[in-house]
T-cell receptor, first 114, second 113 residues
Framework: SQTIHQWPATLVQPVGSPLSLECTVE??????LYWYRQAAGRGLQLLFY??????ISSEVPQNLSASRPQDRQFILSSKKLLLSDSGFYLC?????????????FGDGTRLSIL | SQELEQSPQSLIVQEGKNLTINCTSS?????LYWYKQKYGEGLIFLMM?????EEKSHEKITAKLDEKKQQSSLHITASQPSHAGIYLC?????????????FGPGTSLSVIP
């Protein structure tokens, strides 16, 4: 069966510091991968998605970037964190298209910027 | 305004009571998903609906997609404390060539023992 691992679970970082969040999927090949941010009281905002190694699409201009160095590895990064980067970050994977295959989520990373 | 609306925003029910959560859009829902989220945790996939009029059930939870595919409901029968959490609907409303699911803002459910 497929599993998704996301770490760390919580992170406290000072403003201006770099960021690296990692997500890996096991038990499947060539998944579509996604990074979301969830703000309090709001729905999920899609940040990045990837349909293959090295293929990254950005949904929202921001202070973050994503990379997919391996088929089942997705990394969310920043060179200099802003206060507004605080939030709950979720990684997800899926097979197929949005209209016929559900996305499956990791446990999330709670990021606090001081 | 949100492309996917959910109502109510929050719900407090007595254990054993039935409840319904709604998800609506002004656009066609090509794939409709229901998720449950415990605070501070990831989303757990519950059900997927694709066809107008489709209905699916899992244990005490039933989800329906209306014939026009613009509204979905999630019904919980005889609620239990384990049903507490945030319920989110997500949908492909643009049927684009890439995988983009729009999510509603969520409905927070509390079940009082």
């Amino acid at each position: 069966s497929q599993t998704i691992h996301q770490w760390p679970a919580t992170l406290v970082q000072p403003v201006g510091s770099p960021l690296s969040l990692e997500c890996t999927v096991e038990g499947t090949s060539n998944p579509n991968l996604y990074w979301y941010r969830q703000a309090a009281g709001r729905g999920l905002q899609l940040l990045f998605y990837s349909v293959g190694i090295g293929q990254i699409s950005s949904e929202v201009p921001q202070n973050l970037s994503a990379s997919r160095p391996q088929d089942r590895q997705f990394i969310l990064s920043s060179k200099k964190l802003l206060l507004s980067d605080s939030g709950f970050y979720l990684c997800a994977w899926s097979l197929g298209t949005a209209s016929n295959q559900p996305q499956h989520f990791g446990d999330g990373t709670r990021l606090s910027i001081l | 305004s949100q492309e996917l609306e959910q109502s109510p925003q929050s719900l407090i029910v007595q254990e054993g009571k039935n409840l319904t959560i709604n998800c609506t859009s002004s656009k066609t829902l090509y794939g409709l998903y229901w998720y449950k989220q415990k605070y501070g945790e990831g989303l757990i996939f519950l059900m997927m609906l694709q066809k107008g009029g489709e209905e699916k059930s899992h244990e005490k939870i039933t989800a329906k997609l209306d014939e026009k595919k613009q509204q979905s409901s999630l019904h919980i029968t005889a609620s239990q404390p384990s049903h507490a959490g945030i319920y989110l609907c997500g949908a492909d409303i643009m049927k684009t060539s890439y995988d983009k699911v729009i999510f509603g803002p969520g409905t927070s459910l509390s079940v009082i023992p």
